[in-house]
């Protein structure tokens, strides 16, 4: 209004009031950016007033980088595994889902920032996207052509049964030992036993401590129908527990088995 135009002797709009303690200190006419920058940083610093400085942002890059490295197989889609929220992100989880690949997700309809970074990031410009061990694989025409040539399941990492896992570890050696510690500390007098047997047969065998993974321990009792251990397997084949291969040492079958 006039009376505050003459008040403050306003002659031009706009005009910057600036006031501190309630004391008008500066009047800034018209709308000059660096002077009014100034004399609020002035003011300010007048005050003693420190601004609070807003916590650096984490680099594009870096934070890329470890999303694309947050697990073996990282996939970038829109929505959710459960709920897919484009087709071609359906059609990866499906058939993500015929092979039962193990696998982290980023939904990248959450951050526009990372949506629109990582194209450039990956030099990839559309979604989903399939990352392995922090590089780049491609997009669900890559992850298509992988299932053609069915190569799906060498490449990607596919979740273990049980089964297939104590497959894996029965066979990992010639001569395996399933028992309660390692053969440098066995953690029982029937382990200990055990151990002793086949260092006298100078054995070249490996161990697996049982007490490490319960899910082992409990698994092999019905995959072999052994309820007790140790366990000792040769080329894949339970030879039985610490009674059998007590006897077969005696008898001088063991010396055979192993060799």
């Not at 309809?109 to 990839?124: A, Q």
């Not at 299932?147 to 894996?168: G, Y």
Request: charged share 25%.
């Amino acid at each position: 209004s006039s009376g505050i135009n003459a008040e403050y002797g306003i002659d031009s709009v706009p005009t910057c009031l600036f006031y501190l303690n309630k004391h008008l200190k500066e009047t800034v006419a018209g709308l000059n950016v660096p002077k009014i920058a100034k004399t609020v940083e002035r003011l300010v610093a007048e005050c003693g007033v420190v601004p609070e400085q807003a916590p650096a942002a984490e680099d594009l890059n870096a934070r890329m980088t470890r999303l694309t490295n947050m697990d073996v197989c990282v996939a970038f889609i829109k929505g959710t595994p459960q709920a897919p929220r484009c087709k071609f992100t359906r059609a990866l989880m499906d058939l993500f889902s015929s092979y039962d690949v193990e696998f982290s997700y980023f939904d990248i309809l959450s951050d526009s920032v990372i949506r629109e970074g990582l194209k450039e990031f990956g030099e990839w410009p559309t979604y989903p996207q399939v990352w392995l061990e922090g590089e780049l694989l491609g997009g669900l025409d890559i992850m298509k052509e992988l299932d053609d040539n069915k190569a799906m399941a060498t490449t990607l990492p596919i979740k273990q049964t049980l089964e297939t896992r104590l497959k894996n570890l029965i066979n990992s050696h010639k001569i395996m030992l399933f028992m309660k510690g390692n053969r440098d500390e066995p953690r029982c007098g029937f382990s200990k036993t055990t151990v002793a047997i086949l260092s006298e047969c100078n054995a070249e065998y490996q161990t697996f401590d049982i007490l490490s993974d319960d899910v082992v321990r409990q698994g092999l009792k019905t995959y072999s129908e052994w309820p007790t251990y140790p366990q000792l397997y040769v080329n894949g084949e339970l030879i039985g527990g610490l009674d059998i291969i007590r006897e077969m040492h005696e008898s001088g079958e063991l010396s055979d088995i192993i060799k």
